[in-house]
């Protein structure tokens, strides 16, 4: 079975800082990893995704994410963090590489940017 | 950009009530998937749609639930008899040929 962890429910940082929202997976084959943004009120948007190509992943708005089987971990960072950065964040897996699977997410992290 | 569009943006209804969600997938894509998220919680997979048949379901996607797409533009989500606790948002998401999911803005649910 697949399944996604993520680790911090909340997390609260200074605008300029570096974010880093965990994320752990579990699945029997390959996956493919996203992590995916939603803003109050607003729809789901797709930040990054991985597909077995690169195991670093660049995203948009500076967001980066690195995967790493061996700790089947696919942790979200940012450099710098801004206020417009304030949202909830959803990690995701989708049970096999490309292909028309479910999207599995877990149960998001909420992002608070402080001035 | 093309996007996936959902109408209403908001739908209340009365508990026992028939609701139909509608959504307008971006064309040319060919898998079509419903979620839900209700407040508070996880988003959930409810139901993928290809060649006008179900793919597959998940075990909320109940009998009370059908999906359609009646004129091979709109792909609609059907709840036949409403309860409270299908109050959520529902997401529509259509399939790239990237397989990037492309999720609409949802249609809020709130059933009374």
């Known amino acids: 079975a697949q399944s996604v962890t993520q680790l911090d429910s909340h997390v609260s940082v200074s605008e300029g800082t570096p974010v880093l929202l965990r994320c752990n997976y579990s699945s029997s084959y390959s996956p493919s990893l996203f992590w995916y943004v939603q803003h109050p009120n607003k729809g789901l948007q797709l930040l990054l995704k991985y597909t077995s190509a690169a195991t670093l992943v660049k995203g948009i708005n500076g967001f980066e994410a690195e995967f790493k089987k061996s700790e089947t971990s696919f942790h979200l960072t940012k450099p710098s963090a801004h206020m417009s950065d304030a949202a909830e964040y959803f990690c995701?897996?989708?049970?096999?590489?490309?292909?028309?699977?479910?999207?599995?997410f877990g149960a998001g992290t909420r992002l608070a940017v402080h001035p | 950009e093309p996007e996936v569009t959902q109408t209403p943006s908001h739908q209340v209804t009365q508990m026992g009530q028939e609701v139909i969600l509608r959504c307008v997938p971006i064309s040319n894509h060919l898998y079509f998937y419903w979620y839900r998220q209700i407040l508070g919680q996880k988003v959930e997979f409810l139901v993928s749609f290809y060649n006008n048949e179900i793919s597959e379901k998940s075990e909320i996607f109940d009998d009370q639930f059908s999906v359609e797409r009646p004129d091979g533009s709109n792909f609609t989500l059907k709840i036949r008899s409403t309860k409270l606790e299908d109050s959520a948002m529902y997401f529509c998401?259509?399939?790239?040929?990237?397989?990037?999911?492309?999720f609409g803005p949802g249609t809020r649910l709130t059933v009374t």
């Open positions: 998401v259509s399939l790239g040929v990237s397989y990037e999911q492309y």
């Open positions: 995701v897996v989708s049970p096999a590489m490309g292909g028309y699977n479910k999207l599995i």
